[in-house]
């Protein structure tokens, strides 16, 4: 199994963090449904582009943060973890100061 997803993502073995520019982000819960996931991806970006559009009006870009902010607690990119072993979130934290460290010095030719 590789661990690239792209030149500059890397997907850590569990699958449960792609890690761009040294830091992990959650994915998408693997056990949505592909229809599922789909809806919840266009209310995605739906909700980004009502953020785009709403510019100055902090009323209409409250709304629309809040929408960007649902879809990816749904999608499992926030919020609760998806997974169920008791493993800590380390959503957003440096991958060099996480357990994934040497792992990731092993893939990304950084040691």
Do not use: H
Request: glycine share 6%; hydrophobic share 35%.
């Amino acid at each position: 199994m590789t661990s690239r997803t792209s030149g500059r993502q890397i997907l850590t073995p569990d699958r449960r963090y792609i890690v761009i520019k040294g830091r992990l982000w959650r994915t998408t819960n693997p056990d949505l449904s592909q229809t599922e996931k789909e809806r919840l991806v266009n209310e995605l970006m739906d909700a980004r582009r009502a953020v785009k559009a709403a510019k100055n009006e902090r009323c209409l870009l409250r709304q629309a943060r809040a929408k960007v902010n649902a879809a990816k607690v749904a999608l499992g990119e926030r919020g609760e973890v998806w997974w169920t072993d008791g493993s800590p979130d380390l959503n957003r934290k440096m991958v060099e100061n996480t357990p994934y460290r040497e792992w990731f010095l092993n893939v990304s030719g950084k040691q």
